[in-house]
Nanobody, 128 residues
């Protein structure tokens, strides 16, 4: 079992930066692939970024590539999402997710259905 708690959301202006954090409790944090997803009002939840167990592999949605980075600290059971050059369309509730499973191919981390554990979400609002 893994419990995930996000923090760092808030209200910012377009062009600003925010750093989201997700703290995990439970054992074997380093064995989980971690992802960030977001859901805007009236829209489906969408993939943002993911990072492999060791941190050696990262994945990003095209909409955030070059602006967002993801990192993890296995010694502190945390994962971070650094968001730069924020746009109003980045406004959403951001969720941290974890899965202990692994699948073949490079596209599976983008699939929200493959994550077992989810945080409660943190609101990010970007004003124009």
């Amino acid at each position: 079992q893994v419990q995930l708690v996000e923090s760092g959301g808030g209200l910012v202006q377009a062009g600003d930066s925010l750093r989201l954090s997700c703290a995990a409790s439970g054992r074997a944090f380093s064995t989980y692939t971690l992802g960030w997803f977001r859901q805007a009002p009236g829209k489906e939840r969408e993939f943002v970024a993911a990072i492999t167990r060791s941190g050696g592999g990262t994945y990003f949605a095209d909409s955030v590539k070059g602006r967002f980075t993801i990192s993890r600290d296995n010694s502190k059971n945390t994962v971070h999402l650094q968001m730069n050059s924020l746009k109003p369309e980045d406004t959403a509730v951001y969720y941290c997710a974890a899965t202990g499973s692994s699948y073949s191919g490079s596209s599976w981390p983008r699939n929200s259905g493959l994550y077992n554990y989810w945080g409660q979400g943190t609101q990010v609002t970007v004003s124009s």
